[in-house]
């Protein structure tokens, strides 16, 4: 798949860290590398074996970016899918998630040990905050009709198995998130997600038979709840600099 223009949901799994680490380090050295030799070349009639070699080391640095982007590209997909609107259409929403997904790959510092995949996943969810308008969102829409069905029926979902990726790399802000909520929205969330690895994400039906509740209350409780924690990431940008 093209990192710029994907059309589709990409197979291509998320990067462990001891994988992400071991990449970033590899393309920070080959883009200082590439520095230090251009620092050598000559403006008038440059060396034709120092500038194959700088050559070389670029070709070589894309490379490791393609795969960190091509690992990562189902966040964009994932987040994405929860800003589509009438001004907005997922592919144009993918395409400028891509960019914004290739910008991060830049200004990711792998030295502090976080994930990128938690780094990007907020660097797209700050983006789409910014540049989307308000009544595009549909934040509270991570269950439609057909994904319910396949539920149900047992059937693996893409958008289930993306929904999980998107909550297993934003752990820990999560649940720090999660304390602005009240003890029933919490807990339904948590549900509905899987948070903290004790279970599987739940359907609509098992959390309101759990709750006693019909499946919509549940549905509205969860959109409420999501709502909250929309508003919440959109007016503590500091939050940000925790991740």
């Not at 050598?40 to 440059?46: D, F, M």
């Not at 969102?137 to 009709?145: A, E, K, N, P, S």
């Not at 919440?232 to 925790?242: G, N, Q, T, V």
């Amino acid at each position: 798949a093209n990192p710029r223009h994907p059309t589709r949901f990409t197979d291509a799994p998320l990067l462990t860290r001891e994988q992400e680490q071991a990449l970033f380090q590899r393309y920070n050295y080959l883009k200082y590398r590439i520095a230090k030799l251009k620092e050598g070349l000559r403006l008038v009639r440059p060396r034709a074996s120092l500038i194959a070699q700088i050559e070389a080391l670029r070709k070589s640095a894309c490379e490791v970016k393609n795969q960190i982007v091509q690992s990562n590209l189902r966040l964009v997909v994932s987040v994405a899918k929860r800003h589509v609107g009438r001004s907005a259409t997922l592919a144009d929403l993918v395409s400028d998630g891509n960019f914004c997904l290739m910008r991060a790959v830049e200004t990711f510092d792998f030295t502090r040990g976080n994930r990128f995949s938690t780094y990007a996943t907020w660097a797209l969810i700050k983006h789409y905050a910014r540049t989307v308008p308000e009544e595009n969102y549909v934040l509270d829409r991570f269950v439609t009709g057909r994904e319910e069905v396949l539920e149900q029926a047992g059937a693996p979902a893409e958008d289930l198995l993306e929904r999980s990726d998107l909550l297993r790399v934003l752990g820990d802000a999560v649940g720090r998130i999660l304390t602005r909520l009240s003890e029933r929205e919490r807990s339904i969330i948590v549900a509905r997600f899987g948070i903290g690895g004790e279970s599987e994400p739940q359907t609509l039906e098992q959390v309101g038979r759990a709750f006693g509740l019909t499946r919509e209350r549940i549905r509205q409780i969860e959109a409420g709840a999501l709502r909250k924690l929309r508003e919440f990431l959109r007016a503590e940008p500091a939050l940000e600099a925790s991740l």
